[in-house]
């Protein structure tokens, strides 16, 4: 079993930052794309960034200049760090990984679109 566990999220004032982090566990070869959504009161979920394994990183429009992503391969850990942080931005944030491989030997995936539990963010004043 694979899982994803976020941590990080909190309550921050506007204009404010905060890092979140999300450690994939398990029997684990290779994830090629981590990546955080989030999902605010009365909305759909939705992207907020994307990184490969050779860590190229990928962003919502909405998302460019204040949020970045960044990956540690060999942790298995995929980061966002937030900026000038707006009330809109108000929302649980969730961790993906869209393909899980457990080694070397693997064809296909194992796992599929696996989701962590979520962590808050909540923006406010």
């Known amino acids: 079993q694979v899982q994803l566990v976020e941590s990080g999220g909190g309550l921050v004032q506007p204009g404010g930052s905060l890092r979140l982090s999300c450690t994939a566990s398990?029997?684990?070869?290779?994830?090629?794309?981590l990546g955080w959504y989030r999902q605010a009161p009365g909305k759909q979920r939705e992207l907020v960034a994307t990184?490969?394994?050779?860590?190229?990183?990928d962003y919502a429009d909405s998302m460019k200049g204040r949020f970045t992503i960044s990956r540690d391969n060999a942790r298995n850990t995929v980061f966002l760090q937030m900026t000038s942080l707006k009330p809109e931005d108000t929302a649980v944030y969730y961790c993906?990984?869209?393909?899980?491989?457990?080694?070397?030997?693997?064809?296909?995936?194992?796992?599929?679109?696996?989701w962590g539990q979520g962590t808050l963010v909540t923006v406010s004043s």
């Open positions: 993906n990984a869209d393909r899980v491989y457990s080694s070397d030997r693997d064809i296909t995936p194992v796992y599929l679109d696996v």
């Open positions: 398990g029997k684990i070869f290779s994830i090629p794309t």
């Open positions: 990184i490969t394994s050779g860590l190229i990183a």
